[in-house]
């Protein structure tokens, strides 16, 4: 089973910066990719910025020039520095990872439990 701890949410004010960072622990083989996510109060959880291992990202257009997504290979921790924030940035932020797990050799999906990032005016 493969566990991903989240961190580096909070409370900024808009113009302001924020990290996150996902941790992934337990039986990994190896990890295709880490993404992360968010949902704003009632609506869907959509995609932010994504990373593969060899380092190839995607973003979603909103936070494009803004937020930057990395990973740390040896530490199955990604990152994602997020500057400029706006007040529509406020949302739960999930972290998912996929790959290989250690011991079944299957694939897996986990996600994080979220944190909270809010953008104050």
């Known amino acids: 089973q493969v566990q991903l701890v989240e961190s580096g949410g909070g409370l900024v004010q808009a113009g302001g910066s924020l990290r996150l960072s996902c941790a992934a622990s337990?039986?990994?083989?190896?990890?295709?990719?880490m993404a992360w996510y968010r949902q704003a109060p009632g609506k869907q959880r959509d995609l932010v910025a994504a990373?593969?291992?060899?380092?190839?990202?995607n973003y979603a257009t909103s936070v494009k020039g803004r937020f930057t997504i990395s990973n740390d290979n040896a530490k199955n921790t990604v990152y994602m520095q997020m500057n400029s924030l706006k007040p529509e940035d406020t949302a739960v932020y999930f972290c998912?990872?996929?790959?290989?797990?250690?011991?079944?050799?299957?694939?897996?999906?986990?996600w994080g439990k979220g944190t909270q990032v809010t953008v104050s005016l």
């Open positions: 998912n990872v996929n790959g290989i797990e250690g011991k079944t050799s299957l694939f897996f999906d986990s």
């Open positions: 337990g039986s990994i083989f190896s990890i295709n990719a």
């Open positions: 990373i593969t291992r060899g380092g190839v990202t």
